[in-house]
């Protein structure tokens, strides 16, 4: 019987490059925060004496049998592993409907990969086979690719590492999100290139007493000692007195450090619409209606903003919709709810 599992998106409140590690990734820190805006992944397993893999979507892009790169796909690649480390061969056919954008920053990839595995999961216990267990499922994610662990928590999760380290945070709020799609696509090897070339002209620029002399892995030290004062329990971020606002507090709490992603820094300059996409979904002529939240997703080139009000996200749309840019609605996703939503 086919399992059908929602495989959910997600956009980074705040982003912070270290330097390049031993493996050749560069170190991250980040928050991560789930989204209801989703694909689809079908999964079909039958046991078979040989593993067989086959990969199916409603769009070109995709890796496929079709195009003989059925192991490019961060599903296809999660899913033999996951067979491998419990010892089954299987016959397994994924089907992917895209809903989301391909390589917009919003994780659609990674988050097809964790859909597979959670529905693979599914697929064996019905056959009476026990699935990999969580430790070694969340090993088999972080093999596959930097994002993909986030998935297999859900809600707001701390990304450290290259991104694959991950820890769960307390929930924020639930909040409206309009997310811009600009018709241009960003490439995150070459934004980690240009971020690298432009770190290096800003090191030989500065003085030593400027805050850029921190050096890459003060960045990473900063974000990290913000993120633990925002969500330490009880709430008491030192930024403002708890009370009014206090369902918005650790994210508003967030906003106000002035969390930035540290790839607006050489994305924007690239493409200056995403630096005007930006300023319209954070403001507003009126107050009510400007963004708790606004930036880059990933390395783009979706960009977000975040909405107390249905009035506010509605409002939003309006100004993206006269800049000729397109958009979607929809909102974020706590680890409760994202759960309670995985399976259709």
Known sequence: MPTTVRSFSKINL??????????????LTTVYQTLAAHDLVTVTARSKATTRI?????????????????????????VRKALALVGVTAEVAIHIEKRLPVEGGMGAG?????????????????????????PEKLQVAEEVGSDVPLFLIGGAVLGLGHGEEVYPLPDLPVLRCVVALPQVGVSTAQAFRDWDSRWTVLQMDKPANSLTHLGPSGRLKELSRTFASVFCEPHSSGVFALGQDHALNPLLALVRTGIENDFEEVVFP?????????????????????????????????????YATEEAAFAAEGRLTRMGVSWMRTKTLPRKEYWRHMLV
């Open 14 to 27: 705040g982003l912070a490059i270290g330097p390049t590690r031993e493996d050749g990734f560069h170190g």
């Open 110 to 134: 990674s988050a097809n990969a964790a859909a597979a595995l959670v529905a693979l999961d599914k697929e064996l216990k019905g056959q009476g086979i026990a699935p990999p267990p969580g």
């Open 54 to 78: 086959s990969i199916t979507s409603n769009d070109a892009r995709v890796p496929s049998d079709e195009n003989r790169t059925t192991e490019a796909n961060t599903a296809c690649r999660a």
């Open 270 to 306: 690239q493409n200056p619409l995403f630096g005007e996409i930006k300023r319209t979904l954070a403001g507003s002529d009126v107050p009510e209606q400007a963004a708790v939240c606004a930036g880059l997703s990933g390395s783009g080139s979706a960009l977000f903003g975040l």
